[in-house]
């Protein structure tokens, strides 16, 4: 009986902070929407900022063409086309401009919102970077030949063979030119670096060149398909607000020429008193110049409460899961969704030797081939008149490894199959890597560009997390994985990675110490190899946590909000959970240094209520009991307040709005709930 009646008093309990909960629900929830404002503001003052870009480029006129302009690219092509005999050194200097309006392009196409890529801006885009990048290519092969012509005057006196490197920070040229032609000097290895082939006796004795064109950069992966899908997901949300949008237009401009017309009838209707008709029409003025105001003020709102709802469309996409996993690969193929190339492309060629300089008398003559440089086909497709079967071996290859590119295991590597356009793993053998001197060898039985891959997923899942305050508008986003532990710091629109252990032990990284905006920051961070941003497509090559998007959406926003005054981190208690519930625990969080042993108190919420659990990290078992003394809350924001000091909430509404939108951008892009 007595346990009877302590559920039953239970029971009560938990229906009266139930009601009380539902009573308070609504103003919760408008007190939230004011505070989420935050995320419209934003993205008013990126697309501020995107508009500045465009006009400061305008007016700097420093003869580089606008990207995005599509007559000011094309004639920037043309004219480069038309340049001809252009060294090795001019096109790697005429190279940094083209890979920056390239980089500009692709960032264009990843920062501009969904909502605002028309498929024909997208189309232009996307077409201007392949034809930038295929004409640097190709200016790379002519200054190639120019090159090559000149072997003979540039041969080594030790071997007589000519060989050259030229580096660059974003390529490097190995050129090595077989002019003695002996068939005792098989390996190649370039001076001053541990880059080199071992080439078969057919290669030593044949008129021929090895080059190796390492771009730090790939142009070679097809470039991914923009989505277009978000028009149709925008419908689903705020389309409402889209229609009360166009009926409030069209009841301003209806109503303000019926004001207008009365307030005209107003003042036709006391002609017969000068000093009277003088005060009414200023009373007029002021009416019609209220009206104006009302209508732009409800206008400006209406726009407002629009954009907010599609900004809400546009973070639900970055964390919505693909429903199908891409199936469409042959055999050998690298899955792009399950590798990522790193490293750049290691352009492998056998190209045939050009006909070399000779003086005659006081001339330099030189017969230039119509059909410009020739690569040698290696092994030849008939091989009738060759004695025995292993004449032609696959090659073996030594390459250097960038320095600023991290893996976690062994790179693999791929080669390009030109004819399906995709990455294959067959016609590779005997790879090692050394991973103190970077060095990676392996056999190619055909030359052709070679790439190095890692498992995209190599670091998730997640195995905990923390964000804390660093002082005002400033956090510290801490990752850790199997194999790392990455500290990001994120200040207002800026992130800047802060530090990156590997075995404990501290790495350097080129990215430290360089601010950047949240898309450009995830880009650089994902180039060197630091992925720990998950696809739609992760969740089929990784074990996660799922939780429901909206719910997970719902937290991100709210943490975000709260993250200038308190410390969020891992909880085991997220995996046991529903998917329709996530649980973090929540310290205030009020000075710059760490805090050892902070006094963590676990928060479970599901996105229409949250709540504090009686239960600590330390706890045996999971319970969703309610901590005594605490009650529900529509919102986390109103759950802090019940028992937040008033300086943090003081510190929380004087936030930057910028600064919550990319510390939100962060954790939708890492999606630390789901895949930890």
Not at 5 to 23: C, G, P, S, T
Not at 579 to 601: A, C, D, G, R
Request: hydrophobic content about 35%; proline content about 4%; charged content about 25%.
């Amino acid at each position: 009986m007595e346990r009877l009646e302590l559920e039953r008093i239970e029971r009560e309990k938990w229906n009266q902070l139930e009601a009380k909960d539902l009573e308070r629900r609504n103003e919760e929830l408008e007190e939230l929407s004011l505070l989420e404002r935050c995320f419209p503001e934003a993205e008013k003052l990126k697309q501020d900022t995107r508009l500045l870009s465009q006009w400061k480029h305008y007016i700097q006129c420093d003869g580089s063409p606008d990207p995005s302009i599509a007559p000011e690219i094309n004639t920037f092509i043309s004219l480069w086309k038309e340049e001809t005999n252009e060294t090795f050194e001019e096109v790697i200097a005429k190279s940094k401009l083209v890979l920056n309006l390239i980089e500009k392009l692709k960032l264009i196409l990843l920062e501009t919102p969904p909502y605002y890529l028309e498929d024909k801006n997208i189309i232009q885009y996307q077409g201007s970077i392949l034809e930038m990048q295929e004409l640097l290519h190709l200016k790379f092969n002519i200054a190639t030949e120019i090159l090559l012509r000149q072997a003979s005057t540039l041969a080594d006196l030790d071997s007589g063979n000519m060989e050259k490197v030229i580096q660059d920070e974003n390529v490097t040229l190995y050129v090595w030119a077989n002019l003695k032609k002996n068939p005792r000097y098989k390996s190649v290895r370039f001076s001053e670096t541990q880059t080199g082939f071992e080439i078969p006796r057919i290669l030593a004795t044949s008129d021929i060149a090895l080059r190796l064109l390492h771009t730090h950069y790939d142009h070679v992966t097809p470039l991914r398909p923009i989505s277009t899908s978000f028009q149709g997901h925008t419908t689903r949300i705020p389309q409402f607000v889209r229609d009360e949008v166009k009926s409030v237009e069209a009841a301003i401009s209806k109503e303000l020429p019926e004001e207008n017309k009365q307030l005209e009838n107003e003042s036709n209707s006391i002609h017969e008193e000068e000093e009277t008709k003088c005060e009414e029409q200023g009373d007029i003025e002021v009416q019609t110049s209220f009206v104006q105001e009302e209508s732009d003020a409800t206008k400006c709102e209406l726009e407002m409460k629009l954009l907010s709802e599609t900004v809400l469309s546009a973070q639900l996409l970055l964390i919505e899961n693909a429903t199908e996993k891409p199936t469409f690969f042959e055999d050998n193929e690298v899955d792009l969704y399950q590798f990522t190339t790193l490293g750049g492309v290691y352009h492998l060629d056998i190209l045939e030797l050009p006909p070399q300089y000779k003086t005659m008398k006081s001339w330099m003559i030189v017969e230039i081939l119509k059909e410009g440089l020739q690569k040698y086909i290696y092994p030849p497709e008939t091989t009738e008149d060759v004695e025995t079967e292993n004449a032609f071996p696959p090659i073996e290859v030594t390459l250097e490894v960038q320095e600023n590119v991290i893996f976690f295991e062994d790179p693999m590597v791929a080669r390009w199959d030109a004819e399906g356009k995709h990455w294959q793993t067959d016609g590779i053998s005997n790879v090692s890597y050394k991973s103190e001197e970077r060095l990676i060898t392996f056999s190619l039985e055909t030359f052709g560009p070679v790439i190095l891959i890692q498992d995209t997923h190599v670091n998730m899942p997640f195995q905990s997390w923390e964000l804390r305050p660093l002082g005002v508008n400033k956090v510290l986003l801490t990752v850790t994985t199997v194999f790392t532990e990455v500290q990001i710091q994120i200040k207002e629109n800026l992130c800047m990675l802060a530090s990156i252990k590997l075995s404990d032990k501290k790495h350097s990284s080129t990215l430290e110490g360089k601010w950047m905006t949240p898309i450009s920051f995830i880009f650089a961070l994902k180039e060197t190899g630091l992925n720990i941003f998950p696809s739609g497509h992760s969740h089929f090559y990784v074990i996660i946590n799922y939780k429901d998007p909206l719910v997970e959406l719902k937290a991100y926003r709210q943490l975000a909000l709260l993250s200038s005054a308190f410390a969020f981190g891992w909880s085991k208690w997220n995996v046991v959970c529903t998917s329709k519930k996530v649980i973090v625990k929540l310290s205030e969080y009020l000075t710059e240094e760490p805090i050892q042993n902070p006094n963590w108190t676990l928060l479970m919420f599901s996105g229409n209520r949250a709540q504090r659990l009686k239960i600590n990290e330390n706890s045996e078992t999971f319970s969703e009991a309610l901590k005594e003394e605490t009650e529900f809350h529509s919102t986390l924001y109103h759950m802090v307040k019940d028992f937040a000091s008033k300086e943090a909430m003081e510190k929380i509404k004087s936030s930057n709005c910028q600064f919550i939108d990319s510390v939100c951008y962060m954790l939708l892009s890492t999606r630390l709930l789901s895949y930890s």
